[in-house]
């Protein structure tokens, strides 16, 4: 190839390649239009002129497209570089055949000449894309430093108005804002305003809202006095920006009532936790071991206030002999279910506590267990079952007293016949002898019905109000004497009265048992304490008994003899039950004891151990005043001889039947007799109604005696009424039943004493025998 086709080549490859460019390659002249001598094809995507039309022939000069306000500068800028005779580099802006505004990157040099006859060459391209590029990076970045900003305020712990007013604050001073603008947020009935806000027409504003609703409105404007040209505060990018801001203002609104219900969630369970009247302590589960981490205020109660000190203490150091505790808390933890159990420990004092204790397990590693005593309630529980033991002996007691009550009036009546008999027919004195022992023996039989009748509470006394305190004084000489020399006896007696209802002699009778039985348990040189007294309503002495409410007296006898074991307490009270040797104790005194006791409304209480002796604690309610004493008894009237009444007589055991039938005759009345109630009617009847005493058993088949009477007092207007029974309180109920006098006689009794009852009672003086 020769040399001048090489170079023509080389010269059209060069020119294809300058319009190939992705901008525009020219040569121009170093004036003011700068007149161009050489453009490459790249000016028609440029600027939208051919090449053609841009030359120095042609009327449109490049140094018009330039943006006026921005080609001073280029005017400058390439005036400069031509006389330092340095290279140069541009950016600004041109409008285009269309009008566009294009940002462009220049590159020139000046290539020969001086002046205005020097000539330049350069490069320029459109960078608008580029800037557009990088205007919506700054934005975005600006868009996270906002979200940054919002979230950092939203996540810490401040409240929603210290969050709103650092917002209102942050805003003049970011997001692309002048130095010269305020903000201010409307949220509800709330408003935060930077300092110098004033409300002017050119601002913006962006609504708030919170779960979907319009709930307020953020707004930008210029500070009081600003200077800045109402146009700069028009801008899409801030405008946007300030929507964003609205956006995560809703979002920071939205979370602090969501926190705020939360809290209050949390305030409302702390505070039901804190107010449930069951104790509750919560576990945490730190490998084999659980830790107390809390508790609520009834804990602390029932713990006496212990319980702070436990927290982030194990349960085995807390009860360390008691694995098997340790061990339901990982069951319940294990299974996730339920569980229930009583236990009893060691309390206040030493003496035992019973707890119900509930655990339930909470993910992922709590154990809530709710504690509840029942101290109280197992020891009613007890005592009313051994309650429920007594009240069937005593009606036992009760039942086989009436039946030996009955035998007892049959031997003690014909005793009396007997010994009648014999002082008339002046018989031997060994045959007197005899019937002596047989009535005595009789009359202890009789002793020990009557004990039996206080153990069941069915015997009747006429109740009075006696102090127990100076009671206890006036028999505090006999007491001493009852325990010997080698015994001390100390009274500590209350100095206020203490006065209680109950039967003349029952008092003497509960303290002369309980100091025999102190007796017997001590050894030579053993004490014996009696103290009385008064406790006021609602006062608790650490003693559970099931009295109702109210002021109280307390009779207490304490020895420090040998004590019970728990089997031997629990049967004390049984009749018949004695731990002494054979015929050193019947086991009827203490069963006295309780009848008197439970009769008078009270309440009895043991308190005793091996080796730690034995206290009793008796509780009675407390009266108002003690009663003056009961003036003597009048002298009994002289008994008038009979005159022949009408006797029914109305008894089921055919032997005390034919008994009184017997003495009654004897007696000179005229006596009807019948075993049963449809007998004593029939009986009735057929007499025309004039019947003048009426003579009951109060326990017969089919019927009672108080029912009976009714019927009779029906039948015969006037009738009096004279109840026989085993059981004195039956007859007294019966009595105030009747509207008619009535009197009771009670088992055993002798015929001189029926005999005299009948006779004052047909007489018209009700009496009680």
């Known amino acids: 190839m020769p040399e001048s086709e090489g170079e023509a080549c080389t010269a059209h490859d060069f020119a294809a390649l300058l319009d190939s460019l992705p901008g525009m390659v020219y040569r121009c002249r170093a004036d003011r239009a700068w007149t161009l001598d050489y453009v490459s094809a790249g000016a028609l995507e440029l600027t939208g002129f051919r090449p053609d039309e841009l030359l120095a022939s042609e009327r449109r000069a490049y140094a018009e497209l330039i943006v006026p306000m921005d080609r001073r500068a280029v005017e400058a800028a390439v005036e400069s570089a031509v006389a330092a005779g340095q290279s140069f580099t541009l950016e600004y802006r041109i409008r285009d055949r269309a009008g566009r505004t294009k940002q462009v990157w220049e590159r020139g040099r000046l290539i020969r000449g001086e002046g205005k006859s020097a000539v330049l060459e350069g490069f320029i391209t459109d960078i608008s894309p580029l800037r557009r590029a990088e205007h919506d990076l700054r934005e975005r970045l600006k868009e996270l430093e906002l979200l940054y900003e919002v979230s950092s305020i939203a996540g810490d712990e401040s409240t929603l108005d210290e969050a709103l007013w650092q917002i209102a604050d942050r805003i003049p001073r970011g997001y692309s804002y002048p130095p010269e603008v305020a903000a201010r947020i409307q949220l509800g009935n709330r408003l935060y305003t930077s300092p110098r806000f004033a409300s002017d027409p050119c601002s913006q504003s962006a609504p708030i809202n919170v779960e979907g609703r319009a709930a ?240 069941s509470r069915r015997d009747v006394v006429a109740p009075e109000i006696i102090d127990i305190s100076a009671k206890t004084r006036e028999l505090r000489g006999m007491l001493v004497r009852l325990l010997g020399e080698d015994r001390l006896l100390t009274c500590s007696l209350s100095g206020a009265p203490c006065p209680v209802r109950m039967g003349p002699g029952q008092l003497d009778q509960i303290l002369v048992n309980l100091v025999i039985n102190a007796r017997d348990a001590t050894r030579a040189g053993g004490r014996v304490v009696i103290a009385t007294a008064r406790l006021e309503a609602g006062d608790d002495d650490g003693v559970h008994i099931d009295l109702p409410p109210g002021p109280r007296v307390v009779l207490t006898v304490r020895d420090d003899g040998s ?136 326990v017969m088949p089919w019927t009672t005696g108080a029912s009976l009477a009714h019927r009779v007092s029906s039948r015969c207007p006037g009738v009096r009424v004279l109840f026989m029974s085993g059981s004195p309180e039956r007859a007294m109920q019966a009595a105030a039943e009747l509207d008619a006098t009535a009197s009771f006689i009670a088992k055993p009794f002798t015929g001189e004493a029926l005999v005299g009852l009948v006779r004052r009672i047909l007489d018209g003086e009700p009496a009680a025998s």
């Open 216 to 455: 307020g409105v953020v707004e930008v404007c210029r500070i009081v006095d600003s200077d800045v040209p109402r146009e700069r505060y028009f801008l899409r990018e801030e405008q946007e920006m300030l929507h964003v801001v609205a956006g995560r203002i809703g979002a920071l609104a939205e979370r602090a009532r969501i926190i705020d219900a939360l809290r209050t969630s949390e305030r409302h369970a702390r505070d039901l936790y804190e107010r449930l009247p069951i104790a509750t302590v919560v576990w945490q589960q730190r490998g084999d071991s659980f830790v107390l981490v809390d508790h609520n205020r009834a804990a602390f109660t029932l713990s006496d206030g212990r319980v702070p000190g436990w927290i982030g203490r194990s349960l085995d150091q807390l009860l360390p002999d008691r694995p098997d505790l340790a061990e339901a808390l990982r069951t319940c933890a294990g299974s996730e279910a339920p569980s229930r159990r009583e236990i009893e420990l060691a309390g206040i004092g030493g003496l035992p506590s019973i707890y119900v204790v509930s655990l339930g397990f909470v993910p992922p590693d709590l154990v809530l267990a709710h504690v509840l005593d029942v101290t109280r309630e197992r020891h009613l529980e007890r005592r009313f079952q051994e309650a429920q033991k007594m009240e069937v002996l005593g009606r036992m007691a009760a039942g086989v007293a009436h039946d030996f009550n009955n035998l007892l009036t049959v031997i003690l009546s014909y005793t009396g016949m007997l010994e009648q008999s014999v002082a008339a027919s002046r018989a031997s004195g060994s045959e007197v002898a005899d019937l002596e022992e047989i009535r005595k023996a009789s009359e202890r039989a009789a002793a020990l019905t009557q004990q039996l009748l206080s153990f």
């Open 563 to 698: 004590g019970m074991d728990e089997v031997t307490r629990a049967r004390i009270f049984e009749p018949f039950f004695t731990t002494k040797p054979p015929g050193l104790g019947t086991g009827m005194g203490l069963s006295i004891v309780y009848g008197i006791v439970r009769q008078a409304g009270g309440a009895i209480v043991v308190d005793s151990h091996l080796g730690a002796g034995t206290t009793f604690r008796i509780y009675f309610p407390r009266e108002e005043e003690v009663a003056p004493r009961r003036p003597s008894a009048a002298p009994a009237p002289q008994l008038r001889p009979p005159g022949g009444e009408t006797v029914l007589l109305v008894e089921d055991s055919e032997q005390v039947r034919r008994l009184v039938l017997r003495v009654l005759a004897a007696a000179g009345y005229h006596v009807l007799t019948a075993a049963d109630a449809a007998e004593a009617l029939l009986l009735c009847e057929r007499n025309g109604g004039a019947i003048d005493l009426l003579v009951t058993d109060l």
